[in-house]
């Protein structure tokens, strides 16, 4: 059996307090909200002794057991590498790094170019059971998820997606380095695809020496082409076809 690629307590462990999962209750109360994902989140609040205290931007234990229970509503946790959600959220991993983003509040983004790119962005939120629209007052031909958006945020920072500053971003997600080659490749050509729409390189790439040669490295081994470093980005050249 492939392995899991992300559980509830990861995206616990990474964006919430730590300390909040040395309380019984907070543990009892993530196990729940995976079990029992229909129940109101009032109703496990009650079954357990979540901690009181909140994080300065006001998410609070119960806030993070609503958030992994609309995560696991959508099917997005306990996935393994072989199914089709993971397959979404790993493009979509890959569009966020390359076009898009995590706001400080978990709001994923993405940004789109023709009609082409949302064909692609089409195929990626199908996978995962999810849809979108235009950012409402937003820059021209970015989109967010139309629901559970902080959610689906939370899972692709866990997935390695920066949040707020991408310029923290120093390698390519951990994950990579243990999936199967086909998500390897949908994660290369959908970055360089999406890259390709953009005025100038994502912020790591431009901003990162490490990422750079982290990204250089990764798409020497998953793509043929010709893989280079230059002026504060990776270039390859030589690829015959690019697939979606």
Not at 88 to 110: C, H, I, M, Q, R
Not at 218 to 229: Q, Y
Request: proline share 8%; with cysteine.
């Amino acid at each position: 059996m492939s392995p899991r690629a992300v559980t509830a307590f990861d995206v616990a462990s990474h964006t919430g307090p730590a300390a909040w999962l040395d309380s019984e209750g907070y543990r009892r109360g993530i196990e729940l909200a995976v079990a029992h994902p229909e129940v109101e989140p009032d109703a496990i609040a009650s079954m357990v002794a979540l901690p009181a205290d909140a994080t300065a931007d006001g998410c609070s234990p119960a806030t993070m057991v609503a958030e992994i229970q609309r995560a696991a509503r959508r099917g997005w946790l306990d996935v393994s590498y072989d199914s089709p959600a993971f397959a979404g959220l790993n493009k979509l991993v890959a569009w966020a790094l390359s076009a898009g983003g995590v706001e400080a509040d978990y709001t994923p983004f993405f940004e789109v170019g023709h009609g082409t790119d949302y064909e692609r962005l089409d195929r990626a939120f199908e996978r995962i059971g999810c849809g979108y629209e235009p950012v409402c007052g937003g820059a021209p031909h970015r989109v967010e998820p139309r629901e559970a958006a902080t959610a689906l945020g939370r899972v692709l920072a866990t997935l390695g997606v920066p949040v707020g500053d991408p310029n923290t971003l120093t390698t390519l997600p951990a994950y990579l380095s243990e999936c199967p080659d086909s998500l390897r490749r949908a994660f290369a050509y959908t970055y360089l695809n999406s890259r390709d729409r953009a005025a100038t390189a994502p912020a790591p790439e431009r901003n990162s020496p490490a990422f750079r040669r982290a990204l250089a490295a990764f798409l020497t081994r998953t793509v043929d082409g010709t893989v280079t470093i230059l002026d504060g980005a990776v270039f390859v050249t030589g690829i015959e076809g690019r697939r979606p």
